[in-house]
Each structure stands twice: as structure tokens, then as C-alpha cells.
């Protein structure tokens, strides 16, 4: 049964320019001006319009725009999309996050999201070092992030996400702990410090690939582990691998997708897990583009993937992405979502490796969560 609460992810497929770790969906703007086609934006609209219609009786109680760069949106465009949205259900208590880059933020904006209630934003820090900004080709330079962020606490009325990379080229223990240091003292109560993952098929991939980049993939390490326990000394929270929040301020759209919720995928290249089903967009630009303008009632055509998946990959999927986050895995979710319990071997694998909270849950703690891959590899050996 499908719960009246959904979530929604709707994909800005666009960017002034690509950063040299980025293996995400995107292609480069043709137009800094008018930087995302309308056409773009009224397919977009027509999709999530048919997509929840499609469910009907759902309500969305989590948005999040992503891309690519949404803070590239003109404020007419970005309210065409909230007026969809809020036609199509949204729910009384909401979660709205909307992505940005440093250098695209004006008072406009700002006021425009605030208008709109979006009540959360994500900013792509990544790091507070020029020197390593420019290495990895980002568009901010060091001041705009500084400043960024002072402006965000000032005039943005929402929460206020910060995304940082560790582990980029030239990046020292030094730097990061001082970007760190400065989210920490101006109270950004929501930090995502992900470890970098050299990619092959992005720039900074091939440059390490093929020699003409030197990197320390161990020290890499050593340096997550040295911003992790910072961030725990500061109080934050590890709720999942790569996400730090002061208390209350964890994210909800990224826990449905941990706790093997429902979301829809809107956009080119977006993803979507309805059930059973997995549905991707095309990334075909003018493909998706053509078809929600002018054939979006033909339901058996619309260019996108859809995968069945299969009982043990979704038993799997409810293992890795819970076991992701400090709360884990509870056994009744499991019952209630399979309808049986938890396999007896990885019960016992749970309850000699895991911790177990009060209240019924197996978790990991942040020790354990560094080797979390190895885990999971014996866990799917151990599925029925």
C-alpha cells in the first residue's frame, strides 16, 4: 500500500560549468542569460503535474530541487514550478529544499524562496580553500563562500545547509578544519561532509588515472575521520554516513530515501521508486522535452527506464540505506515491509555486529560505519 505521503525530487539538469569531480547529470548552459530553457520548465511542470496525478490522494510532504545548479532559475521559473507543486498537494507540514551555489545568490533570490516557502536550503560549499576551489574548477571562489554564508543567516528565513568535500586535491587538515570551524561558529545547524569519490569518467578521474595528478587516497581517509570527530566534538550529530545536524535538524527528504520511502523523480535523468517499480528519465534533453510538451497522456511512452525490482534487491536496498543512518534498521519495519522477518542468519549477523537501541533498532555506530560496505557484502550473502 502506498502511503499518502510522498516525496519529491525534481532534477535542474544545467551548469555555467563543470567541476572537475562531478559525475552527476548535467550538461553546460547555451545561454548564461537565459541559462534554463522555458521549454525545459514547462515540460518539467507537465510531468510533475501528471506524476501526482497519476497517485492520486497523495500528498508531497518533502521537496527537494537539485541538479545540476536550480539557483540558475530565473524567480519566474522557480515560482511556476512552487505553483505546480502546491496545486499538485503539497502537504500542511512541509519540507522545501532548494540547492545553491554561492555565486549565484542575490537578495532577489533569497526573497524570491522565502516568498515561494522553501524552507531550506543546500549550499555547495564543498571547501572554504581558494587554492583547492580552483583546482576542482568551482565557479565560488573562497570570499563568496564566506560570504554566502553570512548572507544566508541574515536574510534566508529557513534552515541552512552547508555541503562540504572532503578529500579534494591539496586540501589539508588545516583548511578543512577551518571551514569547518566557521560553519560551526556562525550555528549552520545542518553539515553534509562527504568523502570525495574519484570517479572514472570525470576530469579529476582521468587525471589521477592516468598519472598526471598524484593522490593520497588514505590520507583521504584519515582526513574524513579527523573532520567527522570534530563535528561530534562540536556537538553535531552523525544521523547518517555523511550527514552532521545539530539535534532536530536532520534532513527529511534524504530519510525517506534512507528508511525505503516512496519518492518521485521529475526532470530529465531523474529517478523515481514507486513500490516495487523504479522508474529514470530520459537524459535526452529534447526527448523528454518534446514528449511531456506535446504527447504527455501517453502513459505507455514516456521515454524513461523502468526496472522491476525484485524481493531480495529491495531487502538488500532496506539493509544498505538503513544501516546508513545512527538509527538503523528496525525488525517490525522489515515484517511490515516484507511481510515476514528478518532472515534468521542476518539476525544473528545483526545481533553480533550491531548495537542495539532501546527501542528495538540495530545500528552501527560511527566506528563500524567506516567499514559499512564490507558489512552489507556479507549480509547479501546471507539473504534468503
Same mark, same amino acid.
Given at each position: 500500500?502506498?502511503?499518502?505521503?510522498?516525496?519529491?525530487?525534481?532534477?535542474?539538469?544545467?551548469?555555467?560549468?563543470?567541476?572537475?569531480?562531478?559525475?552527476?547529470?548535467?550538461?553546460?548552459?547555451?545561454?548564461?542569460?537565459?541559462?534554463?530553457?522555458?521549454?525545459?520548465?514547462?515540460?518539467?511542470?507537465?510531468?510533475?503535474?501528471?506524476?501526482?496525478?497519476?497517485?492520486?490522494?497523495?500528498?508531497?510532504?518533502?521537496?527537494?530541487?537539485?541538479?545540476?545548479?536550480?539557483?540558475?532559475?530565473?524567480?519566474?521559473?522557480?515560482?511556476?514550478?512552487?505553483?505546480?507543486?502546491?496545486?499538485?498537494?503539497?502537504?500542511?507540514?512541509?519540507?522545501?529544499?532548494?540547492?545553491?551555489?554561492?555565486?549565484?545568490?542575490?537578495?532577489?533570490?533569497?526573497?524570491?524562496?522565502?516568498?515561494?516557502?522553501?524552507?531550506?536550503?543546500?549550499?555547495?560549499?564543498?571547501?572554504?580553500?581558494?587554492?583547492?576551489?580552483?583546482?576542482?574548477?568551482?565557479?565560488?571562489?573562497?570570499?563568496?563562500?564566506?560570504?554566502?554564508?553570512?548572507?544566508?543567516?541574515?536574510?534566508?528565513?529557513?534552515?541552512?545547509?552547508?555541503?562540504?568535500?572532503?578529500?579534494?586535491?591539496?586540501?589539508?587538515?588545516?583548511?578543512?578544519?577551518?571551514?569547518?570551524?566557521?560553519?560551526?561558529?556562525?550555528?549552520?545547524?545542518?553539515?553534509?561532509?562527504?568523502?570525495?569519490?574519484?570517479?572514472?569518467?570525470?576530469?579529476?578521474?582521468?587525471?589521477?588515472?592516468?598519472?598526471?595528478?598524484?593522490?593520497?587516497?588514505?590520507?583521504?581517509?584519515?582526513?574524513?575521520?579527523?573532520?567527522?570527530?570534530?563535528?561530534?566534538?562540536?556537538?553535531?550529530?552523525?544521523?547518517?554516513?555523511?550527514?552532521?545536524?545539530?539535534?532536530?535538524?536532520?534532513?527529511?527528504?534524504?530519510?525517506?530515501?534512507?528508511?525505503?520511502?516512496?519518492?518521485?523523480?521529475?526532470?530529465?535523468?531523474?529517478?523515481?521508486?514507486?513500490?516495487?517499480?523504479?522508474?529514470?528519465?530520459?537524459?535526452?534533453?529534447?526527448?523528454?522535452?518534446?514528449?511531456?510538451?506535446?504527447? @504527455? +497522456?501517453?502513459?505507455?511512452?514516456?521515454? =524513461?527506464?523502468?526496472?522491476?525490482? &525484485?524481493? #531480495?534487491? /529491495?531487502?538488500?536496498? *532496506?539493509?544498505?540505506?538503513?544501516?546508513?543512518?545512527?538509527?538503523?534498521?528496525?525488525?517490525?519495519?522489515?515484517?511490515?515491509?516484507? @511481510? +515476514?522477518?528478518?532472515?534468521?542468519?542476518? =539476525?544473528?549477523?545483526?545481533?553480533? &555486529?550491531? #548495537?542495539? /537501541?532501546?527501542?528495538? *533498532?540495530?545500528?552501527?555506530?560511527?566506528?563500524?560505519?567506516?567499514?559499512?560496505?564490507?558489512?552489507?557484502?556479507?549480509?547479501?550473502?546471507?539473504?534468503?
Amino acid at each position: 500500500m502506498i502511503s499518502k505521503d510522498i516525496s519529491l525530487y525534481i532534477h535542474i539538469p544545467f551548469c555555467i560549468s563543470k567541476c572537475s569531480y562531478c559525475d552527476f547529470f548535467s550538461i553546460a548552459c547555451k545561454d548564461f542569460k537565459n541559462a534554463i530553457p522555458q521549454k525545459y520548465i514547462d515540460a518539467l511542470c507537465n510531468e510533475i503535474n501528471y506524476r501526482i496525478n497519476n497517485l492520486k490522494g497523495l500528498r508531497i510532504k518533502t521537496v527537494y530541487i537539485g541538479g545540476g545548479t536550480p539557483s540558475l532559475l530565473s524567480q519566474a521559473q522557480i515560482k511556476q514550478i512552487v505553483e505546480v507543486i502546491k496545486k499538485a498537494g503539497l502537504s500542511k507540514e512541509y519540507e522545501f529544499t532548494f540547492e545553491i551555489n554561492p555565486d549565484d545568490l542575490s537578495m532577489p533570490l533569497v526573497e524570491c524562496l522565502n516568498d515561494c516557502g522553501v524552507n531550506r536550503i543546500s549550499c555547495g560549499i564543498q571547501s572554504f580553500s581558494e587554492h583547492v576551489l580552483k583546482n576542482v574548477h568551482r565557479r565560488a571562489s573562497s570570499e563568496q563562500n564566506y560570504k554566502c554564508i553570512s548572507f544566508l543567516k541574515n536574510n534566508f528565513k529557513g534552515i541552512i545547509s552547508a555541503d562540504l568535500i572532503c578529500g579534494l586535491p591539496e586540501e589539508t587538515e588545516k583548511t578543512l578544519i577551518a571551514g569547518l570551524d566557521y560553519l560551526i561558529k556562525n550555528k549552520i545547524p545542518h553539515i553534509s561532509f562527504y568523502s570525495l569519490c574519484v570517479e572514472e569518467e570525470t576530469l579529476l578521474g582521468h587525471d589521477i588515472n592516468c598519472g598526471k595528478l598524484e593522490y593520497d587516497f588514505d590520507n583521504c581517509d584519515e582526513l574524513w575521520i579527523k573532520g567527522r570527530d570534530y563535528l561530534l566534538s562540536k556537538g553535531y550529530l552523525q544521523y547518517e554516513v555523511s550527514n552532521f545536524c545539530l539535534p532536530g535538524y536532520e534532513c527529511l527528504h534524504n530519510m525517506a530515501y534512507w528508511t525505503h520511502k516512496n519518492y518521485l523523480g521529475c526532470g530529465s535523468g531523474a529517478t523515481g521508486t514507486i513500490e516495487n517499480l523504479r522508474f529514470t528519465n530520459t537524459k535526452n534533453i529534447e526527448e523528454y522535452e518534446n514528449f511531456w510538451l506535446n504527447n @504527455r +497522456k501517453s502513459a505507455d511512452k514516456i521515454p =524513461q527506464t523502468v526496472e522491476k525490482i &525484485e524481493q #531480495k534487491t /529491495s531487502e538488500f536496498e *532496506f539493509f544498505m540505506m538503513g544501516l546508513r543512518t545512527c538509527r538503523g534498521i528496525c525488525p517490525q519495519e522489515y515484517k511490515q515491509f516484507f @511481510r +515476514k522477518d528478518i532472515p534468521e542468519k542476518v =539476525q544473528k549477523k545483526l545481533e553480533t &555486529e550491531c #548495537k542495539k /537501541s532501546p527501542d528495538g *533498532f540495530y545500528y552501527l555506530d560511527k566506528d563500524r560505519l567506516l567499514f559499512l560496505n564490507s558489512f552489507l557484502e556479507d549480509l547479501l550473502d546471507l539473504l534468503d
